[in-house]
C-alpha cells in the first residue's frame, strides 16, 4: 500500500496548489438565483442531494465496514445467507416512499412553472446561429444581441476581460416584478436559452414556438448562454438580462425606438466610400467574421472564402441581393431583418474593398431599401 | 473426455493459420477475442480524441482546435466510445463466456458470427474517414439532432451508412447470442440456474434487436431528407425536428441499458467469488434486470424535458424515470448484501468491481437528480450532465469490462496476470477518474454548458483538474495493455478453479480451455450455481 499513498499525496498537493494559485472563485452549487421559481428549484435540488447523501453514507459505509471486518485476511469466515424476502420487499418499498417523497414537491414545482397565463408582458426570443434576436411584442422593439468579447481575447492576442464569453453589444432589458412571457423559437438549427438565475431554459426550435415566463425580483445584470449545440459557435452566443426598475425599463424602451429613427435617418442621406469601409468593418466583425473569418478567407467548403470570391468582385446588385436573402441550404442567413440599411450598405461596400478586393465602388442605404422591395 | 484427446481434436480443426485464422475463424473464442482487441483499440483511439477535448479546455480560449474541429472531437469521441468499445467489449465478453458458461460448444451460428465482427471494421473505417473528409467529421453531437446534423458535408452519408452497418452487427451478434443461452444450455441448466452474465445478455440481446432498427429508421429519414426532398424532420415542409428526437431517444434510453446490463451480470459473477458467498437474492437480481429493461421503454423522454413538451407528458416522464431507482436499488443492496459477512480477499478483479459498485452508485445517485423535471432545467446541456454519464459508463461499463478481463484471463491465456501491476492499474485508474469527472459535477451547476470549445473565467480551476484527471487516466491504461500482453505470452501457470471462491461450469474447463468448449454436454451441479 506504501507505494500508492506517495503518488496520491503528490497528486492532492498538486491540486491544492493548483487552487491557491487561481485567484477565480470556486463556484460549487447551482446559484440560488434571483426568482421564487428558481429559488424553489434550487430548494430542490439540495433536497435531493442530501437524500442522495444520506443513502449514500448508509449504503458505502456498509460496503466500506464489510471491506475492513469481513476480510479473509482477519480470519472472517463467509456467512450461508443468500436471501431474505421481509429484507428484500424492505428495500424495494422503502425507496419507493423516499420517491413518492420527492415526486410531490417536484410536481408542484413543474406545474407552476407551466402557468404561462397572467403574463405582464410577452418577449419574443429567436435564436440564429450565432447571435438572439429580441422582440418586445407589447412595446415594438426589436433588436439583434451579439457576443461582444474581441476575437483577440478568444485568441490569446490580448488579456481576457472579466466578463469572457458572458457579454453582448446590447442587453436584453427586463422590468423588475413583472411575469414576463417567453415566447421562443430559431431561424435555423435547435438552439436552447439558458439563464441560470431565472432557473429557465428552453429549446428555440424552428418551425415551432415555446413558451415560458419569469418574475424576476432584484434588479442586476444576469448571464446565460445557448444550452443546445448549434454548431460552429455555439459556445459563442452569450445572452445577458439586465433587470430594472420599471421606470427605467420605460426609458430604456424610449431610447430604443430612438435609436430605430435614428438609423432610418442614416438611411436616408449619402454617404462617403470611407464612412461606409469604416462602418462595415464593424459590421463584418460582428455580423460576417465568425463563417468568413476576420481575413476574410472563409473556412472552405462550408464557409467561402469573401476575398476574390465571384460574388464580391462581381456585380454590386447581386452581392447585395446574397446578403439580403441568404443561401437556402446553406448556412448563409438572410440579414434583410437582421441590419438596418446603412449597415447592410456598409458592409457590402467594405468586402468589396478589402481583403484584396478593389471592386471600387461603393453601395448606399438607398440602393438596399430599393433592393428590398 | 481427457484434456489430451481434446488437444488432439484440435489440431485438426480450426482455419488455417496467420491472417486466415483470424478473418475465416468462426470459433466463439477467437472472435470474442478479436471483439476484445477491436474495442481496445478503440478505447485508445476514442481516448486520444479524449485527450484532445481535454487539452483543448485546459484554459479558456482557443488553443488548439478549431471550434469545428473540437465539435467533431465531441461527437466522434461519443460515437467511437459506445459503438465501438462498450459495445464490442461486451459482445467479445459473451462470445468468449456464454457458451462455457451454458455448457456448450460454440455459439449457436458461428458462421454469422464471423459476419457480425467482420462488417465491424468497415463500418468504423466509413466512420473514421470522415475525419479526412472536405468539411470534417460528423459535428453535430452524437445525437446528430437535425437541423443541424442535416448542415453537415459529405460526411453525412459516410456516417449514416456506417450506423446502418454497427447496426446490423449488433442484431446479427444479439440473434446469436439469444440463440446460443435458448439452445445450447447443457442438460439441467434451467433458466433460473444460469449465470447471471448470461442472464443479463439475454435481455440486453431482446433490447438490442428490438431498438437497433429504430436507429436504423431515424438515420434512414435523415437519409432521405438530406439527399431525396423527404420532409420528415423540417417544419418548412410540415415535418417536426422534435420527432427525430423522441425516435432517437426511444432508441437511446434502451441503448443506455444495453451499456450497462451486462455489467451488472460481470459484477454479480465477480462479488460472489470473492466473497466466497452465494450472490444474496439471485432471483430479485434477475427480475431487477427484467424491470430495467420494461422501463427503459418508457422513459425515453427524460432526455429532452426542454424541447417544449406539455405538462402531463413532463410529469409521466418524471414519475417513469424515477422509478428506475428501485430495481437499480436494489441491485445495489443485493451486492452489499453479498459481501455482508462475506470472507474477502481483494485481488485485481474484485478491486474493480467494488469501485464498480461505489463509482457506478454516484452515477445513479445524479440520475435520479436528473429525472426531476423542474431541477432538470437547470442541469439539462451542462457538465453535471457529462459527469453523471460518465461516471455510469466509465467506472461503470469501462470498469465491468477491465474486471472481467482479470476475472476471466488466466482462464483465456491459462495464465496468471502480474497482481501487482493490477493493483497499481486500479489505484491509478481510480484516482484519476475521479479527478477528472467529480470537478465536472460543479462546474455543471454553475454553469457551464456541455459542447463548448471555450469558456468563462470562472470555470478555470475545475477544468484544469478535469483535464489533469484526464491524462493520468488515459496514461493508466497502458499498465493494462502492458499487462494483458505480457499475460497472453507467459506467467505462472493459472488451474482450472482459477479463484478459491470460484463457481460455474467455465471454471471446470481447463485453462486455457479446449478449441470447442463442451464437446459433451456437463453434468449441472448445485455447486456451479452462483
Given amino acids: ?373 | 473426455m481427457s484434456a489430451a484427446a481434446d488437444a488432439h481434436h484440435d489440431d485438426h480443426h480450426g482455419s488455417g493459420y496467420g491472417w486466415k485464422r483470424w478473418l475465416y475463424t468462426t470459433n466463439h473464442k477467437d472472435i470474442g477475442t478479436l471483439y476484445l482487441w477491436f474495442a481496445f483499440v478503440m478505447f485508445i483511439i476514442g481516448g486520444i480524441m479524449a485527450l484532445i477535448i481535454r487539452a483543448e479546455l485546459w484554459t479558456p480560449g482557443m488553443q488548439i482546435t478549431d471550434p469545428q474541429f473540437f465539435n467533431s472531437m465531441t461527437t466522434m469521441h461519443a460515437l467511437v466510445m459506445i459503438f465501438g468499445v462498450v459495445m464490442p467489449g461486451f459482445v467479445g465478453l459473451a462470445n468468449w463466456m456464454v457458451p462455457m458458461m451454458v455448457g456448450g460448444p460454440d455459439m449457436a451460428m458461428p458462421r454469422m458470427n464471423n459476419w457480425s465482427f467482420w462488417i465491424l471494421p468497415f463500418g468504423f473505417g466509413i466512420l473514421l474517414s470522415t475525419l479526412f473528409m472536405e468539411g470534417g467529421a460528423p459535428a453535430a453531437g452524437w445525437t446528430i439532432y437535425p437541423p443541424l446534423s442535416l448542415q453537415g458535408g459529405d460526411h453525412v452519408p459516410f456516417m449514416i451508412f456506417a450506423i446502418h452497418i454497427l447496426g446490423v452487427s449488433s442484431v446479427m451478434g444479439a440473434i446469436n447470442i439469444i440463440a446460443t443461452i435458448l439452445n445450447l444450455r447443457a442438460p439441467g441448466m434451467t433458466l433460473m440456474k444460469m449465470p447471471l452474465f448470461v442472464w443479463t445478455w439475454l435481455i440486453t440481446a431482446y433490447l438490442l434487436i428490438a431498438v437497433m432498427p429504430v436507429l436504423a429508421g431515424a438515420v434512414t429519414m435523415l437519409l432521405t431528407d438530406r439527399f431525396f426532398d423527404t420532409s420528415f424532420f423540417s417544419a418548412a415542409g410540415g415535418g417536426d425536428p422534435v420527432m427525430f428526437q423522441h425516435i432517437f431517444w426511444f432508441f437511446g434510453h434502451p441503448e443506455v441499458y444495453i451499456l450497462i446490463l451486462p455489467a451488472f451480470g460481470i459484477v454479480s459473477s465477480i462479488i460472489p467469488t470473492f466473497a466466497r458467498k452465494h450472490l444474496f437474492g439471485y432471483s430479485s437480481m434477475v427480475y431487477a434486470t427484467a424491470s430495467i429493461a420494461f422501463l427503459s421503454f418508457i422513459v425515453w423522454a427524460h432526455h429532452m424535458f426542454t424541447v417544449g413538451m406539455p405538462l402531463a407528458g413532463e410529469l409521466f416522464f418524471m414519475f417513469s424515470t424515477m422509478l428506475i431507482a428501485v430495481p437499480t436499488g436494489v441491485k445495489v443492496f443485493n451486492w452489499v448484501a453479498t459481501l455482508w459477512k462475506g470472507s474477502m480477499t481483494f485481488e485485481t478483479p474484485m478491486l474493480f468491481a467494488l469501485g464498480f459498485i461505489i463509482m457506478f452508485t454516484i452515477g445513479g445517485f445524479s440520475g435520479l437528480m436528473l429525472a426531476i423535471t423542474p431541477v432538470d432545467f437547470q442541469y439539462h446541456d451542462t457538465y453535471f450532465v457529462v459527469a453523471h454519464f460518465h461516471y455510469v459508463l466509465v467506472p461503470g461499463a469501462i470498469y465491468s469490462i477491465i474486471a472481467a478481463v482479470y476475472f476471466w484471463i488466466p482462464k483465456w491465456t491459462g495464465h496468471m496476470y502480474d497482481e501487482t501491476l493490477g493493483k497499481w492499474h486500479f489505484w491509478l485508474s481510480t484516482i484519476f477518474v475521479n479527478v477528472l469527472f467529480f470537478p465536472m459535477h460543479f462546474v455543471g451547476l454553475a454553469g457551464m454548458p456541455r459542447r463548448i470549445p471555450d469558456y468563462a473565467l470562472q470555470f478555470v480551476d475545475f477544468n484544469q483538474i478535469a483535464t489533469i484527471g484526464a491524462f493520468g487516466f488515459g496514461f493508466s491504461q497502458l499498465i493494462f495493455l502492458y499487462l494483458v500482453v505480457k499475460c497472453i505470452k507467459g506467467g505462472e501457470k493459472a488451474t482450472d478453479r482459477v479463484w478459491e471462491g470460484a463457481h460455474g461450469l467455465e471454471w471446470t474447463l481447463s485453462s486455457p480451455p479446449p478449441y470447442h468448449s463442451f464437446s459433451t454436454p456437463p453434468e449441472v451441479k448445485a455447486e456451479h450455481h452462483i
Avoid at chain 1, 5 to 17: E, G, N, S
Avoid at chain 1, 323 to 339: E, I
Avoid at chain 1, 345 to 353: E, S
Fill in chain 1, 1 to 373: 500500500m506504501k507505494a500508492f499513498t506517495k503518488p496520491a499525496a503528490a497528486l492532492v498537493a498538486a491540486l491544492f496548489t493548483l487552487a491557491g494559485a487561481a485567484d477565480a472563485a470556486w463556484e460549487l452549487n447551482m446559484p440560488v438565483g434571483v426568482t421564487k421559481i428558481s429559488e424553489t428549484v434550487y430548494d430542490l435540488h439540495m433536497l435531493i442531494l442530501w437524500i442522495c447523501v444520506v443513502i449514500g453514507i448508509v449504503v458505502f459505509g456498509a460496503i466500506i465496514y464489510s471491506v475492513i471486518y469481513h476480510r479473509k485476511s482477519r480470519g472472517a469466515v463467509a456467512a450461508e445467507f443468500h436471501e431474505s424476502t421481509a429484507v428484500e420487499i424492505a428495500w424495494t418499498v422503502v425507496p419507493f416512499v423516499i420517491l413518492v417523497g420527492m415526486a410531490v414537491p417536484a410536481a408542484k414545482t413543474l406545474v407552476e412553472m407551466e402557468q404561462t397565463g397572467d403574463s405582464d408582458m410577452t418577449l419574443k426570443v429567436t435564436g440564429y446561429q450565432w447571435k438572439w434576436q429580441y422582440e418586445y411584442l407589447d412595446d415594438g422593439v426589436t433588436f439583434f444581441s451579439t457576443l461582444a468579447t474581441p476575437r483577440e481575447q478568444i485568441y490569446g492576442e490580448t488579456e481576457k476581460g472579466e466578463n469572457y464569453l458572458l457579454e453582448v453589444d446590447k442587453h436584453v432589458v427586463l422590468p423588475v416584478g413583472k411575469k414576463v412571457r417567453i415566447l421562443l423559437t430559431s431561424n435555423d438549427v435547435i438552439h436552447a436559452w439558458w439563464v441560470p438565475d431565472l432557473a429557465v431554459k428552453k429549446d428555440a426550435i424552428p418551425g415551432f414556438i415555446n413558451e415560458m415566463w419569469t418574475r424576476i425580483e432584484e434588479p442586476g445584470i444576469y448571464r446565460g448562454q445557448c444550452a443546445e449545440l448549434c454548431g460552429r459557435d455555439h459556445g459563442f452566443m452569450p445572452i445577458v438580462v439586465e433587470a430594472v426598475p420599471e421606470d427605467e425599463y420605460k426609458a430604456w424602451v424610449q431610447r430604443m425606438k430612438g435609436a430605430t429613427a435614428e438609423a432610418s435617418d442614416e438611411g436616408m442621406r449619402e454617404w462617403s466610400n470611407a464612412e461606409l469601409i469604416a462602418r462595415g468593418k464593424d459590421v463584418y466583425a460582428s455580423s460576417c467574421a465568425a463563417c468568413h473569418q476576420p481575413n476574410g478567407q472563409g473556412m472552405a467548403p462550408a464557409f467561402p472564402a469573401i476575398a476574390g470570391s465571384p460574388v464580391a468582385t462581381g456585380p454590386a446588385e447581386a452581392h447585395l441581393a446574397l446578403v439580403l436573402n441568404g443561401k437556402p441550404g446553406t448556412s448563409m442567413q438572410a440579414f434583410a431583418a437582421q441590419l438596418s440599411d446603412a449597415d447592410l450598405a456598409a458592409v457590402v461596400t467594405f468586402q468589396r474593398n478589402s481583403f484584396g478586393n478593389a471592386s471600387g465602388d461603393a453601395v448606399q442605404p438607398a440602393q438596399v431599401a430599393a433592393a428590398r422591395n
